[in-house]
């Protein structure tokens, strides 16, 4: 093997091992794999996601994407634990259950073999645990790099994202939203929501969608990845700033909403 070859492929084998699991969670009679993890730090400390399938990095800080990756067929684990390795809490990924399963409280260190801000290895295990009609049970182990914060937008972000389809799609949404154009909206929304928003209810639905579309948007930051788009955001809600992370998909070249998170500044 060459030296070029075998820079390559432990490049290679670097990157797989980044972002690994293995383990099971149980939930009930089943039990599903857990393969992939991911971090990012937060406010608090470290968030870390373990789950069945491939984690998009872009959501990690968006705690109602994550519990969101439900409803696309994710089953796993959200574990944000406190800098000092002092408390932890845990709230379980899955749809196989009704209502949520979370869990918080002191934190066993001894089960960090890596905590820094740029990498996490450890294992979590907790036999099943019966808690209302749900049964939930883990055992895990996880590597993982650590994503650092998102930075602040800048000016220069901003004029490169009104450039972009994806926000223009976006912003082409709010305006069909707030004039109340249906078929606009059909067009905008995902092929697999739209038999939901094309309904008798649709005026009744589109005026609560229009209390909760914050005024004032402006796109601060677009990144788009493949068919992946996420967007940074600032608006307000009855004079009160907000800030919002929007995400939308490229379907059939088409970029169409995935979903939104807005909170106060």
Request: neutral net charge.
């Amino acid at each position: 093997m060459t030296k070029i070859a075998l820079l390559l492929l432990l490049s290679f084998a670097e990157a797989l091992y980044a972002q690994t699991a293995s383990g099971t969670l149980t939930i009930g009679k089943d039990q599903f794999e857990m393969k992939y993890a991911a971090a990012v730090l937060i406010k608090t400390g470290t968030r870390i996601v373990i789950a069945d399938k491939p984690i998009s990095a872009d959501v990690l800080d968006d705690e109602a994407q994550i519990w969101d990756l439900k409803s696309h067929g994710y089953h796993g684990l959200q574990v944000d634990i406190d800098s000092d390795k002092q408390n932890y809490s845990l709230f379980a990924i899955s749809s196989t259950f009704e209502g949520t399963f979370s869990r918080s409280g002191t934190f066993d260190a001894s089960r960090l073999t890596v905590f820094t801000n740029q990498r996490v290895e450890g294992t979590l295990d907790s036999p099943p645990e019966r808690v209302g009609e749900n049964t939930v049970g883990y055992r895990v182990k996880f590597a993982t790099a650590v994503t650092p914060p998102e930075p602040a937008p800048t000016t220069a972000d901003q004029t490169a994202a009104a450039g972009k389809e994806s926000t223009k799609a976006y912003l082409a949404l709010v305006a069909a939203i707030r004039s109340g154009d249906k078929q606009k909206i059909l067009e905008l929304a995902p092929p697999d929501r739209r038999a939901s928003i094309d309904t008798p209810d649709f005026p009744k639905m589109l005026k609560m969608v229009q209390m909760m579309t914050p005024a004032n948007i402006r796109v601060l930051k677009a990144t788009e990845s493949g068919d992946h788009a996420k967007l940074i955001a600032s608006g307000s809600m009855d004079g009160t700033a907000q800030r919002g992370k929007i995400y939308l998909n490229r379907v059939n070249g088409k970029w169409t909403m995935a979903g939104e998170t807005w909170a106060n500044e």
